[in-house]
Nanobody
Framework: QVQLVESGGGLVQAGGSLRLSCAAS????????MGWFRQSPGKEREFVVGISWSGSRTLYQDSVKGRFTISRDNAKNTLNLQMNSLKPEDTADYYC?????????????????WGQGTQVTVSS
């Protein structure tokens, strides 16, 4: 059973930056495809970005391309999300997710494990 714990959320002004982290335990992190999702009040959970087990392949939602960067450290069992040029519309709870399948997927149903989420609030 894989456990995922997010950290790094908070309140930031528009144009600012935050770095989210996700610590994984209980499984073989280096074999997992990882992703970040977000959900704001009244909206469905949406895919933000995903990364393959090796880190060689990434897939970004169009609205965050050029602003967000996903990375992973398999030696430290850690997934990161660097978020720059933040906008008020980025405000949401951000979730780390893992799937045992190989390709990066956009659908939340494709992911097997989830963290509890960390809140990101971007003020205008």
């Amino acid at each position: 059973q894989v456990q995922l714990v997010e950290s790094g959320g908070g309140l930031v002004q528009a144009g600012g930056s935050l770095r989210l982290s996700c610590a994984a335990s209980g499984g073989t992190f280096s074999s997992l495809t990882m992703g970040w999702f977000r959900q704001s009040p009244g909206k469905e959970r949406e895919f933000v970005v995903g990364i393959s087990w090796s880190g060689s392949r990434t897939l970004y939602q169009d609205s965050v391309k050029g602003r967000f960067t996903i990375s992973r450290d398999n030696a430290k069992n850690t997934l990161n999300l660097q978020m720059n040029s933040l906008k008020p519309e980025d405000t949401a709870d951000y979730y780390c997710a893992a799937r045992t399948g190989l390709p990066v997927k956009r659908l939340s149903e494709e992911y097997d494990y989830w963290g509890q989420g960390t809140q990101v609030t971007v003020s205008s």
